[in-house]
């Protein structure tokens, strides 16, 4: 009689682990869905001299401080976050967190030849440092197809 409420009470406490670890990969998969579907630009399609964006519902915050995130549904285009004027040479932290829920998106530094200096990608935060190869105005944009979330980005010393 031992052996067998032994083998039941095993059995039990197996299906108990097998539900947990079940229900976790569920809920993983549910709170993790969103960003699953956000991925990078592919910057060799997107002209940076031609500035344009479409979003929809009026839902982009054009707030004038950069240090306030931009909420953004349906967003396509570019929009520069913030700009600064460098000498050869100089260097300038670049503040940035984005959070984006679906779409494709990337925040990139440019200069005023439009090169691309650093590429972040969505979904990241934090702090970097961009030195200046020549004079001129150095511009933070954000990228998108389709991208819902909200991000910032903006120059300090």
């Known amino acids: 009689m031992k052996i067998r409420n032994r083998h039941t009470l095993l059995i039990i406490v197996l299906i108990v682990i097998i539900g947990f670890v079940l229900m976790k990969t569920v809920y993983n998969n ?14 060799k399609n997107f002209n940076l001299k031609n500035q344009w964006a479409y979003y929809t519902w009026n839902s982009f915050d054009d707030s004038d401080s950069p240090k306030l ?5 349906g967003f396509t ?17 670049l503040n940035f967190e984005s959070d984006v829920k679906k779409g494709k998106f990337n925040i990139v530094v440019i200069d005023d030849k439009y090169n ?15 030195n200046a190869t020549q004079d001129g105005k150095y ?5 998108g197809k389709n991208a819902g979330g909200k991000a910032f980005a903006y120059w300090s010393k």
């Open 30 to 43: 549910y709170v993790n869905n969103g960003k699953q579907q956000v991925s990078d630009i592919d910057l």
């Open 69 to 73: 995130s931009k909420k953004f549904k």
């Open 77 to 93: 285009g570019t929009q520069i976050l913030d700009s600064v004027n460098l000498k050869n040479g100089n260097s300038i932290n």
């Open 139 to 143: 511009k933070v944009e954000m990228l």
């Open 116 to 130: 691309i200096l650093k590429v972040i990608k969505a979904n990241s935060n934090g702090k970097e440092k961009i």
